[in-house]
T-cell receptor, first 115, second 109 residues
Framework: EAGVVQSPRYKIIEKKQPVAFWCNPI?????LYWYLQNLGQGPELLIR????????DSQLPKDRFSAERLKGVDSTLKIQPAELGDSAVYLC?????????????FGPGTRLTVT | AQRVTQPEKLLSVFKGAPVELKCNYS??????LFWYVQYSRQRLQLLLR??SRESIKGFTADLNKGETSFHLKKPFAQEEDSAMYYC???????????FGKGTHLIIQP
């Protein structure tokens, strides 16, 4: 079992450019999360999906961030345009069902550097 | 609003000494509390959760609702325990987790 897969692992872009991150959850996991982790901080939830429905996106900065999970499996998180303050690690996690109560499995993360 | 506080950014203890990583939370309902761990060059993973009431790798944590705490303890630290430890809270239902800022535990030989 590969676990949660994320790509790319590292990304360096100039400010004002767009960037996209991809996540493939563990097979059979219906719930998918995107977290943002700034240096020296714990992860912060951006958005949660139940299958293809975004059920909690209250922390997602919608002016520049967007996400989709079209077939209820893979997910993409996009930033357009990127700002210097977006430099962080973007983590994807999945859990089997909404009743798993926090037993989330995390991917390795994508480290974004905006210059 | 829910909040998790880990007051120690860094904790250094000698091998064989007891370890206690502190975690306090703020939540109006009945929370689910967790400890996640991230070893060097590995991904974040669940260590234990309070509803399981189990000991994992010698670690235990007791939920104290009166003190709103969920401290992580181990009686005898081992070098392989060196890692980042995050306390996390799920505020009911199937919410995403609210994490503390983490404590970097270093076990000295």
């Amino acid at each position: 079992e590969a676990g949660v897969v994320q790509s790319p692992r590292y990304k360096i872009i100039e400010k004002k450019q767009p960037v996209a991150f991809w996540c493939n959850p563990i097979s059979g996991h219906n719930t998918l999360y995107w977290y943002l982790q700034n240096l020296g901080q714990g992860p912060e939830l951006l958005i949660r999906y139940e299958n293809e429905e975004a059920v909690d996106d209250s922390q997602l900065p919608k002016d520049r961030f967007s996400a989709e999970r079209l077939k209820g499996v893979d997910s993409t998180l996009k930033i357009q345009p990127a700002e210097l303050g977006d430099s962080a690690v973007y983590l994807c996690a999945s859990s089997k069902t909404s009743g798993s109560f926090g037993e989330q499995y995390f991917g390795p993360g994508t480290r974004l550097t905006v210059t | 609003a829910q909040r998790v506080t880990q007051p120690e950014k860094l904790l250094s203890v000698f091998k064989g000494a007891p370890v206690e990583l502190k975690c306090n939370y703020s939540y109006s309902g009945s929370p689910e509390l967790f400890w996640y761990v991230q070893y060097s060059r590995q991904r974040l993973q669940l260590l234990l959760r309070h509803i399981s009431r189990e000991s994992i790798k010698g670690f235990t944590a007791d939920l104290n609702k009166g003190e709103t705490s969920f401290h992580l303890k181990k009686p005898f630290a081992q070098e392989e325990d060196s890692a980042m430890y995050y306390c996390a809270l799920a505020g009911g239902g199937a919410d995403g987790l609210t994490f503390g800022k983490g404590t970097h535990l270093i076990i000295q030989p």
